[in-house]
């Protein structure tokens, strides 16, 4: 994969970020030490806090506070990735051992909740009672998206439920990261740059996921990093799913899924991916992702043009295109 | 058991913080709702909520910030409690099945990842940056202690280690609730009635883990709700264990103990209790917890004479009471 180019504009400041998140175990046990190094070693792209930075930068945002709020918000990821690999029973992630399959699921849970304290503990240091107030309302949603993917199965048929799952799941992080960014520079809530940052975060976040739940259908497996097919042999009806149901509401293995939660028949499943991939609901898919992009972009529109605002812009159309 | 006079004082400030905490899952899924209205029906002596209340009120901070800050620490306390049933496998606590008895392991993980959300969600909403500070280093000093030990075990054999976990157990929590209190009634931190608020809460808290230590050894089980010798036969080795090694360092069975970090075998298990409960150790244990509570009482006196501080000082008496 060739350096993307939106992160160069904050590279000296990605470098702080690193550097902090490493310290965060400085001074606790040995072995949450280890965690963290391993957790932090498997990488990621670091897309939140390239957000944040390029958001908070944009709208001329303090630095260290930037730099503060972007660790945050990479930590609170994190935190959320641990609970999240042990309850899936993960053992990989990005291709590296997950926490819990070398260590205990007792230990796993602790290692999660230190992050999630030492998250709370970024967030308050930067020094803003609403970004610590958008942060712990993040979390809840985020943990009550999981409780009711949980209880609830992933077998909606509802577009609304949906998109309630993505917003928690991953859009609720990135409308965190943008309007939190906008907050440290100093704008109030909810109207003006502030609202206008959110959105851009709330709609490159929509995009992202759907282009995630897509890659599950077309996904290179080796890139994708989990096999094609995933979501559905899980009993998650994703987008595209949800698409192909309205062509084909009486296709008897969607039904199945629908009704089991699951279809573990190989064959089945893999002639299922096929159809739907030979239908026209990835395209419509894609279309919608496309539509929040140009949602992010007309947001952007409204704030002053720079560097920044170039990169936020190369990065909403980045999202869309790592697919095809 | 009789009311506790101390509670008295504080019964409707603790009547709005119980709404307040039965409210902390509304909107969210019913599941949610369900766990937390579990939880809190399990009851609970509330101390930490009493103790936060009483000091504050002692050093009049905004009774309306006092409430959200007891709410956030009892919620605290609560969301500790699920990860840790979750842990240790305890089927009941307070003679009530634990969420884990009941629930799933994933779902045990994800409601106490909500009620941190919501703890920190209530530390926000005191308003104030040093409490959410207080906050969110206390929970990493709670986790890094169970994270110790996961890892290490319980069978340290110097005081140093005792006193370093009972702190992060349980004191930690207690010092949070009264320097927090102090901080809402707008004393700066490290001196002066702060210092003086915090040095009263972390030693009632290592009293009361004391008090609960020897408890495992002299304490009715129906009473304590666990059986008698647990923290031995589990490995862990408290202040009575360690006055008596001291007295007996070639003790065969506590040698077992440490070496083995458990005791299965019943009979050695019960004479090994016995031997302790006979040797000077409880008693040397309980003047040591008696020697925090007098250092409780010694800061209280530094403090304006008032309803208040006497129920301060009735609490403190009543921790080492309620054994004996």
Redesign the interface.
């Known amino acids: 994969m060739q350096p993307l180019a939106f992160v160069q504009l904050v590279q000296t400041e990605l470098e702080q970020v690193e550097d902090l998140l490493a310290a965060q175990a400085d001074g606790?046990?040995q072995?949450?030490q280890a965690a963290l190094r391993h957790l932090l070693q498997a990488g990621g792209k670091r897309l939140r806090p390239v957000v944040a930075l390029l958001m908070g930068r944009l709208l001329t945002a303090p630095i260290d506070r930037l730099i503060i709020l972007a660790a945050a918000l990479e930590m609170l990821h994190t935190a959320t990735l641990v609970?999240d690999d042990?309850?899936d029973g993960a053992l990989l992630r990005r291709g590296i051992p997950t926490l819990n399959a070398r260590w205990?699921?007792?230990?796993t849970?602790?290692?999660?909740?230190?992050l999630?304290?030492?998250a709370?503990?970024l967030a308050?240091?930067t020094?803003s009672?609403h970004v610590?107030?958008l942060?712990?309302?993040t979390?809840?949603v985020i943990?009550?998206g999981?409780?009711?993917q949980?209880?609830e199965g992933g077998a909606y048929t509802t577009l609304e439920q949906y998109e309630r799952r993505i917003y928690a799941k991953t859009a609720s992080m990135f409308e965190l990261a943008t309007a939190a960014a906008a907050s440290l520079a100093g704008y109030p809530p909810d109207h003006g740059p502030y609202e206008t940052a959110r959105r851009y975060g709330y709609h490159i976040g929509m995009a992202f996921q759907i282009i995630d739940d897509i890659l599950d259908y077309v996904g290179d497996s080796r890139h994708v990093g989990k096999p094609v097919g995933n979501d559905l042999r899980n009993g998650l009806i994703t987008l595209p799913a949800l698409y192909y149901l309205e062509e084909h509401p009486d296709d008897p293995d969607l039904r199945f899924v629908l009704e089991e939660g699951n279809l573990f028949d190989e064959a089945r499943l893999q002639a299922l991916v096929e159809r739907i991939r030979s239908s026209g609901a990835i395209a419509r898919a894609a279309e919608q992702a496309r539509a929040h992009v140009a949602q992010a972009l007309a947001a952007l529109e409204a704030l002053p043009a720079s560097p920044e605002r170039e990169a936020l812009a190369e990065l909403a159309r980045y999202v869309t295109e790592r697919t095809f």
Chains 1, 2 share one sequence.
């Open positions: 606790y046990h072995d949450l609970h042990l309850i205990s699921p007792a230990a849970v602790l290692t999660g909740d230190f999630f304290a030492r709370a503990k308050t240091d020094g009672l610590m107030d942060f712990t309302r979390l809840a943990v009550d999981e409780i009711r949980l209880f």
